[in-house]
């Protein structure tokens, strides 16, 4: 990986962004469920499309191969940060329902930062 500090800090802004979304929008969550659980998604794509960007853009080779390193770093911080708000903080889902509920959601990660990867890698050959 071309800067561990680097990763970690984009990958935590990566779940910043939609956090906050999340947080701002969370009165349409209890009125309009399935509105909220549309633009979440969004949120999340915009957010990791951006920061690949960012970070990929001082790279200078193995786009392909720092993509899935970034997405599965990314994927974790993600999982990792909203398993302690999700599962022992005041919302108390199990891993499942967390899993199906949200979780799921951040393998939009790793899919764009590999895509994005391996877009780079095969436009510099």
């Known amino acids: 990986m071309r800067s561990i500090k680097s990763a970690l ?14 947080f701002l929008l969370f009165p ?9 659980e ?3 998604p969004v949120v999340v794509t915009i ?13 200078k080779s193995n786009y392909f191969k720092e993509g899935i390193l970034l997405g599965i770093t990314w994927f974790i911080i993600n999982i990792a940060i909203d398993l302690l708000l999700f599962m022992w903080g005041p919302m108390k889902m199990t891993f499942l329902a967390y899993m199906s509920d949200i979780g799921l959601t951040y393998l939009i990660i790793p899919i764009i930062t590999i895509g994005i990867g391996a877009l780079i890698e095969n436009k510099k050959e």
Not at 28 to 36: K, T, Y
Not at 47 to 59: C, I
């Open 28 to 36: 349409i969550h209890e009125s309009d469920r399935i509105l909220f």
């Open 47 to 59: 957010s990791a499309v951006l920061f690949t960007f960012l970070y990929l853009k001082k790279q």
């Open 38 to 40: 549309s633009i979440m």
């Open 9 to 22: 800090f984009h990958g935590f802004l990566v779940w910043l962004i939609p956090f906050i979304f999340g």
